[in-house]
Every structure is written in structure tokens, then in C-alpha cells.
């Protein structure tokens, strides 16, 4: 049973976790969410020893920061393929050929310069406000969004890909067990409350308009759509906890 847990920690970080990984892909997607959790509570830590110097920006940085050497930066990488493929493509076919290409475009580039200058700057205020459960809240949603995905849409690619073996095992037993998980780990970090519903409700609106925007435009879902939903999930939560708590 955490033969699945061991994959998620590999597949969503660099961390040298131990034991044997699923012989199934798709199990692995039950425990995202506890992933999510495990990385949100590394993420947070150095920022909340950064904080007590009075240094909100930092803190803030060191998030990221944390981030992207956890995770290799990979969701990030995602985005950027995505934002070239989908914008920068004239069709489907040309789309996932962009996409494939290991460099990056200049809508990558615009789309990781939007990303984190927004992200640090709802972190700064989510600091300021020591909000750490609710940071790591959009951490464990964020991984819910891929699972959602991945067990509701196909995968795009024909000939395989690096998410694949997730994508095709799929299911929405994957779904609704992920998404259960994860509501249930931030009523855990924010309480029953109106703050708990509007949370779960940002990262559904983000996770469906990704959705919608990758069938259209490729008819349906790669390794980095799901590594783009985790991004903007996770932006879209911290965005709407910021104006909720502190708006």
C-alpha cells in the first residue's frame, strides 16, 4: 500500500525516499495529496525561520526557492511548455511538437516571469499574516488538480509520454479518492468554515478552465498540463485565500 506514497514522493520531488516503488502508475495517484502535504511542510520551514528576522520578502522568496529544488522545478517546466505549445501552435499536432521541444519559447518565458513575480507577491502578504497552513493548503490542492485531470481526460499523445503511465490507469476512483484526500487534510489546516469552501472552490474553477483549455487545444492532457494545473492551482488558492483573509 505506500509502494504508492513512495512513487508520489519521487515522481513530485527529489527526495530519496526508500523503499519499492507500485508496480501501477496510477496507484500512486491516491496519495498526491499526502505528498502535497509532506512538501508543503518542507516548503514552509525555512520560511518561517526567515520570517522572525522581520524580512517578509524573503521568507516569501525562500518558498519558492524551496520549491523548485524540491521538485526540480518541473511543474514550472510544464507551464512553460504548455503556455509555448498552446499559444505558439497553429494546430494540435503543432502544439504537441512545441511542447515536446526542450527549449523554451517566449511565451514560456512571459508565463514563468508571471508565475512567480505573482506568487511572491501573494506569499509576501500570506507571510506577513504567518498564514502557513493556508500555504501549504494550495500545495496539497495543487497535487489534487493533477490527480483530477489525469483520471478525467485522456492523454493527448498517441505514442506515449513521461505521464502516460499515470494517465492511462486513471480512473475516478483515483479522482474521487484524491479529492476526498484533499479535502480532507485542509479542513485539517483551515477549520470547517467559509474559508475551507472558497479554497476548494478556487482550485476547482482553476482545475476545470486547464481542462477546458487542453481539450481544446490538444484534446486532452500531457505531462505538462498536469505539471501547469499544480502551478496554477496552487496560484489560484494562495490568490483567493490573500483576498479572503487579508483583502
Known amino acids: 500500500m505506500l509502494c504508492g506514497l513512495v512513487t508520489a514522493m519521487r515522481t513530485l520531488s527529489v527526495l530519496p525516499v526508500p523503499g519499492r516503488e507500485t508496480r501501477h502508475f496510477s496507484d500512486a495517484l491516491y496519495w498526491f495529496p499526502f505528498a502535497g502535504l509532506l512538501l508543503g511542510i518542507l516548503l514552509v520551514l525555512p520560511a518561517m525561520l526567515a520570517v522572525r528576522l522581520a524580512w517578509p520578502e524573503l521568507s516569501a522568496a525562500l518558498v519558492l526557492l524551496s520549491g523548485v529544488v524540491l521538485t526540480r522545478g518541473m511543474h514550472a517546466d510544464g507551464l512553460a511548455d504548455m503556455a509555448d505549445g498552446f499559444f505558439g501552435g497553429r494546430d494540435r499536432e503543432a502544439r ?37 497552513t493556508v500555504i501549504i493548503a494550495g500545495i496539497v490542492l495543487a497535487r489534487v488538480a493533477q490527480v483530477a485531470l489525469a ?12 505521464a502516460s503511465g499515470f494517465v492511462s490507469g486513471a480512473g475516478a476512483l483515483h479522482g474521487a479518492v484524491a479529492f476526498l484526500a484533499g479535502a480532507g487534510l485542509l479542513l485539517l489546516l483551515t477549520g470547517f468554515s467559509l474559508l475551507f469552501v472558497t479554497l476548494l472552490a478556487s482550485f476547482a474553477t482553476v482545475s476545470v478552465l ?14 505538462d498540463v498536469l505539471g501547469a494545473a499544480s502551478e496554477l492551482s496552487e496560484l489560484g488558492v494562495w ?9
Open 96 to 132: 504537441l511538437r512545441i511542447m515536446k521541444d526542450p527549449s523554451v519559447g517566449s511565451f514560456g518565458v512571459l508565463a514563468l516571469v508571471m508565475l512567480y513575480l505573482l506568487k511572491w507577491v501573494v506569499l509576501v502578504k500570506l507571510v506577513e499574516g504567518e498564514s502557513w
Open 210 to 223: 486547464v481542462g477546458w483549455l487542453s481539450m481544446r487545444r490538444i484534446g486532452g492532457v500531457t505531462g
Open 239 to 247: 490568490c483567493v485565500a490573500a483576498c479572503f483573509l487579508f483583502g
Open 151 to 162: 483520471s478525467m481526460l485522456p492523454y493527448a499523445r498517441s505514442g506515449g509520454g513521461t
